[in-house]
């Protein structure tokens, strides 16, 4: 389950970390974004099995990446990881059917 415990602190992401997870087929990432003081936290949702530099490529790539932007601040963060429990919990069965890499023909 996605909790603010398994999510790296505010701090990480001062520092320009990027967080990625996985949870039953909803791949996540959480960034910070913006310019210096107007930092912002992004958090986006794909399906599993792809990586996010593989989706983000696609050309329908809007379709298939979900993005929330947040305030850069630790009640942001806490409201970034409610988001992505509630991507999860509103499209659980879309989530769950994630198709498996040997059914897949990739375009590279």
């Not at 530099?53 to 850069?72: A, H, N, P, W």
Request: hydrophobic share 40%; net charge negative.
């Amino acid at each position: 389950m996605i909790d603010a415990t398994q999510i790296m602190p505010l701090n990480f992401f001062s520092y320009g970390g990027i967080y990625t997870g996985e949870h039953e087929g909803m791949r996540y990432r959480i960034i910070r974004d913006g310019n210096k003081p107007d930092y912002q936290l992004k958090a986006y949702v794909w399906r599993a099995p792809f990586a996010y530099d593989y989706v983000s490529r696609q050309k329908d790539s809007d379709s298939l990446i979900e993005t929330e932007m947040f305030e850069f601040s630790e009640e942001g963060r806490i409201c970034a990881i409610d988001w992505l429990l509630l991507q999860f919990e509103t499209r659980k069965a879309y989530w769950l059917a994630k198709p498996a890499l040997t059914d897949i023909s990739i375009n590279i």
